[in-house]
C-alpha cells in the first residue's frame, strides 16, 4: 500500500500523558498537512511541511503540541500533558507541492484519540 | 458565522435518487475541493475546482464563483454512496490552508 499511512489508529490515554502520533505520506510527496477533526465538525487546519520545514502553524496548535518532520519524510505530531479537550481524530495528509490547488490531496485513516 | 456553510447537514435519500449537497462560502477562493469521509475517518478527494463543472461516473460537482457557491451531485445513489460529503476551501491568498465544512452526513437506504 503506497498511500498515507498514520499510526497508532487509536489511542486511549488518561488527562496528562503525552502522546505521538506518526504519518507516513506518500514517497514522492513533499508536502505534509495535519489537521484535526471533532465529532460532528469539519476538519481543522493544524500545521503544515514543505520537506523538513514547518511553513506555518495555526493558533489551534498550543505549546503542548509539537510536530516534526525530520528528513523530509515522515511526521510526528506530540501532544504533551493530554486534557479532555484533545481528544478527537487527527488526520495527516500529503501533496505535490501544489496540491490543494490541483485537487491531488491524499489523506491518511487518521489517529483516534480519547482522553479520559 | 462559518466561511464555508453546508446544507443540508443531515440527508437521507432512497436508492436511485437525485442527490444535491450544497457548499456556500463567504471568502475568496483559488479553488474548492469536495471530499468524501467513510465511518472510521478516512478522507478521499472526490473533485477540485476553479470553475465550471467536473463529471466523474455518477458525481457531478458545479462551481459559481460570483455566486460563492458549489453543488456536489450524486445521480442513481446507491447505498454504498452514504458518507460524509465535506467541502472545502483554499483561501485567495493561500496555497496550502483548507477550510473545511461541517459536511453532509448522506445516507442512501436500499
Known amino acids: 500500500d503506497t498511500g498515507v499511512s498514520q499510526n497508532p489508529r487509536h489511542k486511549i490515554t488518561k488527562r496528562g500523558q503525552n502522546v505521538t502520533f506518526r504519518c507516513d505520506p506518500i514517497?514522492?510527496?513533499?508536502?505534509l498537512y495535519w489537521y484535526r477533526q471533532t465529532l460532528g465538525q469539519g476538519p481543522e487546519f493544524l500545521t503544515y511541511?514543505?520537506?523538513?520545514?514547518?511553513?506555518?502553524k495555526s493558533r489551534l496548535l498550543s505549546d503542548r503540541f509539537s510536530a516534526e518532520r525530520p528528513k523530509g519524510s515522515f511526521s510526528t505530531l506530540e501532544i504533551q500533558r493530554t486534557e479532555q479537550g484533545d481528544s478527537a481524530m487527527y488526520l495527516c495528509?500529503?501533496?505535490?507541492?501544489?496540491?490543494?490547488?490541483?485537487?491531488?490531496?491524499?489523506f491518511g485513516e487518521g489517529s483516534r484519540l480519547t482522553v479520559l | 458565522k462559518n466561511e464555508v456553510e453546508q446544507s443540508p447537514q443531515n440527508l437521507t435519500a432512497q436508492e436511485g435518487e437525485f442527490i444535491t449537497i450544497n457548499c456556500s462560502y463567504s471568502?475568496?477562493?483559488?479553488?474548492l475541493h469536495w471530499l468524501q469521509q467513510h465511518p472510521g475517518g478516512g478522507i478521499v478527494s472526490l473533485f477540485m475546482?476553479?470553475?465550471g463543472k467536473k463529471k466523474h461516473g455518477r458525481l457531478i460537482a458545479t462551481i459559481n464563483i460570483q455566486e460563492k457557491h458549489s453543488s456536489l451531485h450524486i445521480t442513481a445513489s446507491h447505498p454504498r454512496d452514504s458518507a460524509v460529503y465535506i467541502c472545502a476551501v483554499v483561501g485567495g491568498g493561500s496555497n496550502y490552508k483548507l477550510t473545511f465544512g461541517k459536511g453532509t452526513l448522506l445516507t442512501v437506504n436500499p
Open positions: 495528509a500529503s501533496s505535490l507541492r501544489a496540491g490543494v490547488r490541483t485537487g491531488e490531496l491524499f
Open positions: 514517497s514522492e510527496h513533499n508536502r
Open positions: 471568502v475568496g477562493i483559488s479553488a
Open positions: 475546482l476553479s470553475s
Open positions: 511541511f514543505q520537506n523538513e520545514a514547518q511553513l506555518e
